[in-house]
T-cell receptor, first 113, second 115 residues
Framework: EPEVTQTPSHQVTQMGQEVILRCVPI?????FYWYRQILGQKVEFLVS????????KSEIFDDQFSVERPDGSNFTLKIRSTKLEDSAMYFC???????????FGSGTRLTVV | AQSVAQPEDQVNVAEGNPLTVKCTYS??????LFWYVQYPNRGLQFLLK??????LVKGSYGFEAEFNKSQTSFHLKKPSALVSDSALYFC?????????????FGIGTKLQVIP
């Protein structure tokens, strides 16, 4: 069964540093998303991406965040200057359309120290 | 705006007993409804979805859910719980109206199946 692949599985970074989280979606997916989850709690929407542009973003997704899909394959989330409160699990997801469920990656655990 | 409520932080059930994890939703139009499961230190796995049609939908691992439009509910059920069902369960909704919408998740319910 096709999978969404996320790398790295765990990243530790110092406050103020830039991080890039990577995702390889399933090839026939059209819509891509980033969500985050703090301490196994609520799954929070960050951003959705369709047709090479952001279609929606949440209040969390401020100017420190950006996404891109430069080569039609990898889908990346960049945090320019990390804060302690950015520590969370970050999940990439994709789907083929609104009547399909998401397929999630296994997540990247980001720890900001 | 769309939202999901999972009123129970935790549900405890004895192995072999039926289980129910509750979910209610709010949308402007008609809903797409989903259940996901998360095992410790893992990603979210899709269990089942309601799009249209039969109100009772069946999914993975013997789970099913019943869509009730009048009560705006989509409770997850299983006739006989297994210890391996212990995990975090998320209900999610997507509004069918107003163009393409993201999925909104509930806060999750921890299911503990006691041997």
């Amino acid at each position: 069964e096709p999978e969404v692949t996320q790398t790295p599985s765990h990243q530790v970074t110092q406050m103020g540093q830039e991080v890039i989280l990577r995702c390889v979606p399933i090839s026939n997916h059209l819509y891509f998303y980033w969500y985050r989850q703090i301490l196994g709690q609520k799954v929070e929407f960050l951003v959705s991406f369709y047709n090479n542009e952001i279609s929606e973003k949440s209040e969390i997704f401020d100017d420190q965040f950006s996404v891109e899909r430069p080569d039609g394959s990898n889908f990346t989330l960049k945090i320019r200057s990390t804060k302690l409160e950015d520590s969370a699990m970050y999940f990439c997801a994709g789907d083929r359309g609104e009547n399909y469920g998401y397929t999630f990656g296994s997540g990247t655990r980001l720890t900001v120290v | 705006a769309q939202s999901v409520a999972q009123p129970e932080d935790q549900v405890n059930v004895a192995e072999g007993n039926p289980l129910t994890v509750k979910c209610t939703y709010s949308v402007s139009g008609n809903p797409y409804l989903f259940w996901y499961v998360q095992y410790p230190n893992r990603g979210l796995q899709f269990l089942l979805k309601y799009i249209t049609g039969d109100n009772l939908v069946k999914g993975s691992y013997g789970f099913e859910a019943e869509f009730n439009k009048s009560q705006t509910s989509f409770h997850l059920k299983k006739p006989s719980a297994l210890v391996s069902d212990s995990a975090l369960y998320f209900c999610a909704v997507r509004d069918q109206s107003g163009g393409y919408q993201k999925v909104t998740f509930g806060i999750g319910t921890k299911l503990q199946v006691i041997p």
